[in-house]
Structure formats: C-alpha cells, structure tokens
T-cell receptor, first 120, second 113 residues
Framework: ETGVTQTPRHLVMGMTNKKSLKCEQH?????MYWYKQSAKKPLELMFV???????ENNSVPSRFSPECPNSSHLFLHLHTLQPEDSALYLC???????????????????FGAGSRLTVL | RKEVEQDPGPFNVPEGATVAFNCTYS??????FFWYRQDCRKEPKLLMS???SGNEDGRFTAQLNRASQYISLLIRDSKLSDSATYLC??????????????FGKGTKLSVKP
C-alpha cells in the first residue's frame, strides 16, 4: 500500500450511532490532518496532529473525537452526529506541519481518497 | 474580503484552448501557494506549488503577483482529462504554521470535445 488510505470509503449512520473513520499513511510523514468538505464549501481543517500530539483543534464540536495512536494512523470517532455533518471527510499527511514552498522544495499535503459520510 | 477567493466558474472551453484562472488572497503575510486539482467525488491532488518567480510544468504555468496578492494558473492546449475543479491554496504565513493552509472553493473547468 502506498500513500494515504482511508476506510470506510462510504458510511451511512443514524444520529444515535457510534462509528469511526480510519486513516493510514505509508509516506513516513510526521503530521496528519482531518479535513471536512461539504457541498459548495471550501475544505475546512478540523484537526492537526504532529508526532501523535494534537496541535490544532479548529473549533470542532465534541461529537467528533480524533485519535492518533502513532504517526502512521489517525482515527475520527463519531457519535450523535447531525444530518448537517454529512460530508466528505478527508485525511491528509505531510512531512511536518510547516506547509510551505521553499528553496529546497515544498512540504505539501497528500490526501486520502476520503470517507463519504451520510447522517440520517 | 474572503481569505482566498476564486471564480467558481464553470469555465467551459473546447479542446486545445488556453484557459487561465486567477485567485486572490487577503493575507499579505502569506508565503506559500499551491494549486490542487480535484476530480468529481475524488480527493484533491497537488497540481503545482507556486514559486515566487513563476514556474511551468508542461502545459501548466503558475504565476505569483505579491503586490496585487493574486496567483494564476494557465493551462495551454486543454485536454478532456483536464476537466476538474482547481483549488487555490494559500498558507496563512504566521509563525508556528500548524496546518495553516486556506483553501479556495475552487474553479470548475469543463473541457469539451
């Protein structure tokens, strides 16, 4: 496996369910991210982990709970979601959190294929 | 003013056409700029990083104008496979830089035969 893999690719859940999204990166990166992409909206950063430590929580409701057991794996635990939480959830990784274009090259985000979530 | 602003399109162009997208950003401290491509129902993929002096990769040319705070993407000799949404991405430019990218909503391109 190469790159960033996400499972499941599609998920339908009721508002009272508990489910988890999984992300694994095979790039040797130290930073991992969760993004949310809703229709007609730009990508929204949810969480950032650097070397398994959460370094940013972008005012995300507590019904979304991230977990990063090691630098290759990232989870997003979901519980009591609302229909408006239906979206594409994208995991990404990068060498470190300083996303930049520099003279020695660029440190960029690599995305997984996403988990499309529908909340009924 | 939005942090990153793009014309949503769609841009409908014939094969072989040249098409240009502009993107404006509001934070003068932004230092790094990228173009990502996103196909329908797929993840964004890096198309190009944008260097200060401008850069070219085959049919694609990216330019940066810091004074006017915009970046551009030029696609020459459009192919059907270029049909996608093009996302302008800018970093916030402050120290710490914790996952500090801002994404535009994207410009949709449709290349017709």
């Amino acid at each position: 496996e190469t790159g960033v893999t996400q499972t499941p690719r599609h998920l339908v859940m009721g508002m009272t369910n508990k489910k988890s999204l999984k992300c694994e990166q095979h790039l040797g990166h130290n930073a991992m991210y969760w993004y949310k992409q809703s229709a007609k909206k730009p990508l929204e950063l949810m969480f950032v982990y650097s070397l398994e430590e959460r370094v940013e929580n972008n005012s995300v409701p507590s019904r979304f709970s991230p977990e990063c057991p090691n630098s290759s794996h990232l989870f997003l635990h979901l519980h009591t979601l609302q229909p408006e939480d239906s979206a594409l959830y994208l995991c990404a990784s990068s060498q470190d959190t300083n996303l930049r274009v520099g003279s020695s090259g660029a440190n960029v985000l690599t995305f997984g294929a996403g988990s499309r979530l529908t909340v009924l | 003013r939005k942090e990153v602003e793009q014309d949503p399109g769609p841009f409908n162009v014939p094969e072989g056409a040249t098409v240009a997208f502009n993107c404006t950003y509001s934070n003068s401290a932004s230092q790094s700029f990228f173009w990502y491509r996103q196909d329908c129902r797929k993840e964004p993929k890096l198309l190009m990083s944008v260097y200060s002096s401008g850069n070219e990769d085959g049919r694609f040319t990216a330019q940066l104008n810091r004074a006017s705070q915009y970046i551009s993407l030029l696609i020459r000799d459009s192919k059907l496979s270029d049909s996608a949404t093009y996302l302008c991405v800018v970093n916030r430019g402050y120290g710490g830089s914790q996952g500090n990218l801002i994404f535009g909503k994207g410009t949709k391109l449709s290349v017709k035969p």
